[in-house]
């Protein structure tokens, strides 16, 4: 059980264009789910806390007009990179938890490549 | 603010050595630890999650303690195995705000 997914698991795109990463908890209902970046080398930084029905909180230097996110129904969020740039290559992961401060189950992960 | 410290970054061992892996984290007000996996370009397998009124878990060859009055946690590989390199890392909530605050990690060479 507690199993969360993430679609697509890589993409490369273009400089300029937007792109959108889901996050699906598969057999829970997720109150909460978290957005992490991951760039190379490094560890897994906060990006926003998301839930349902809410609008998200990100994290100090996190720009909401690059990073939308939607936290619709209790089982998928989406993370939209807008106008991507090369510098926003990096692995995207994502968690979702029942509640905010329950055990958080984390995706796979999506790498995206901005040439 | 939750900081987490991991050390050593880097480990090499000869196959077959038991190894510890150190966490430290500067608010002890926790209500949970979790140790993760991840091998390179992948995603975090989760290993162990140990709850504050727990001092230790253990699964197979994993044990992971924690000492909030110290605010250390360790991980200790028992009988290691070239199959267990990867980079661990820590991770301890921020207050009750259930943001998980990860350490930098701790790259695992095993040796055969």
């Known amino acids: 059980g507690a199993v969360v997914s993430q679609h697509p698991s890589w993409v490369i795109c273009k400089s300029g264009t937007s792109v959108k990463i889901e996050c699906r908890s598969l057999d829970f209902q997720a109150t909460t789910m978290f957005w992490y970046r991951q760039f190379p080398k490094q560890s897994l930084m906060l990006m926003a806390t998301?839930?349902?029905?809410?609008?998200?909180?990100?994290e100090q230097g996190v720009e909401k007009d690059k990073f939308l996110i939607n936290h619709a129904s209790l089982t998928l969020s989406t993370l939209t990179v807008t106008s991507a740039h090369p510098e926003d290559s990096s692995f995207y992961i994502c968690?979702?938890?029942?509640?905010?401060?329950?055990?958080?189950?984390f995706g796979p992960g999506t790498r995206l490549t901005v040439l | 603010k939750q900081e987490v410290t991991q050390i050593p970054a880097a480990l090499s061992v000869p196959e077959g050595e038991n190894l510890v892996l150190n966490c430290s984290f500067t608010d002890s007000a926790i209500y949970n630890l979790q140790w993760f996996r991840q091998d390179p370009g992948k995603g975090l397998t989760s290993l162990l999650l140990i709850q504050s009124s727990q001092r230790e878990q253990t699964s197979g060859r994993l044990n992971a303690s924690l000492d909030k009055s110290s605010g250390r946690s360790t991980l200790y590989i028992a009988a290691s195995q070239p199959g267990d390199s990867a980079t661990y890392l820590c991770?301890?909530?921020?207050?009750?705000?259930?943001?998980?605050?990860f350490g930098q990690g701790t790259t695992l060479q095993v040796k055969p």
């Open positions: 968690s979702a938890s029942i509640g905010t401060v329950d055990t958080q189950y």
């Open positions: 991770a301890a909530p921020n207050g009750n705000t259930g943001k998980l605050i």
């Open positions: 998301s839930n349902e029905g809410s609008k998200a909180t990100y």
